[in-house]
């Protein structure tokens, strides 16, 4: 009897993974680290490894292209996809772009996007080596894979951290959600008015717009890590909210983890978008996602030594026990659980 019907969502992209992930496949002597982490690692030489990353963007459901530039969204893809080479704690050296794009695009709308893919390219250092292009019936769809390299000792999985460890994130947190906010009201007004001509007005809104559209992936930390032989004991790059991602980090690392609520970068322009739409400011940084910024661990007394190096992280909690779970200390100082954010 075949097994009873399961949509994707009623167990969520986790769990299908793990599934997949299940079979009884051929392994290779040569994959250091297969499925689970921000890139696959496999063997190069003694000393060093090759990082492999994948991301697939589809319209509808990943951008939408009445408030995304074509050239922004090929700067976007890129950054996404060095974003995971970095998380590994390597650097980005070639990519692929797969391309399935419908008759409604035009010439110009494709060089437009590969115009933001060479731009962000030039920005990593990264070469664009080939790929694939398409036609499609529907919606486009873009993929990129990034192959990097990193020395084997200064590899950097979401595994590694110990109890006691300070749990850093670069930059700020929530400005790609606020930039999303604005742009999808600014369609719904363009909608209900019918009027081709309304442009939106963005003047204000600048900053978390460009977090939405044009995120950079931190090369800056990663170059930092190198020139001081700084190794953080885990790394995740925050692309689908702090909460999930420490999750992530704890799992992988087999503890918990407490977040100070206080400690969670927040720019002025994105609380006074939150304000704007008389939203809770901070589960934009908890929940929004596609921030690209990166989370990484450290023992305590290597955070005092490394923020004379790099000063564009802060602190926001630390790994404890597995037992006592993932936790958040409000501003208030209340201790409440990942379980009651949701």
Known sequence: MPDSFQTIQSIGSKA???????FDSFKNSEVVKGIGDDAAVITKSKSSCTLLST???????????????????????????VSDIYAMNGKPVSMLINLAGPNKMSVQM??????????AGKEHNVELVGGDLKANHANLVVSISVQGEVNKKALTYRAGAGEGDAICVTGDLGGALAGLRILMREKKHWKEHGDESIQPELGDYQFVVKRQLIPEARKDLIETFKEHNV??????DLTKGLVHDVNELADASELGAQIYQAAIPIAIETRQVAD???????????????DFELMFT????????FVKHFNDFVVIGRMIDREEGLKLQTAEGDIISFDELS
């Open 298 to 305: 450290l023992p305590e007394k290597k955070v005092e030594q």
């Open 110 to 119: 494709i060089e437009y996007l590969y115009k933001g893919i060479y731009a």
């Open 276 to 290: 704007e739409m008389q939203e809770d400011v901070d589960r934009y940084a908890l929940f929004g996602g596609e």
């Open 55 to 81: 991301d697939t963007y589809v319209e509808g459901v990943d951008f939408d292209p009445t408030y995304t530039p074509f050239q922004h969204l090929g700067y976007k893809i890129v950054s996404a996809g």
């Open 16 to 22: 299908l993974l793990d599934k997949l992930s299940g």
């Open 231 to 236: 190794v953080p004991t885990s790394m995740i």
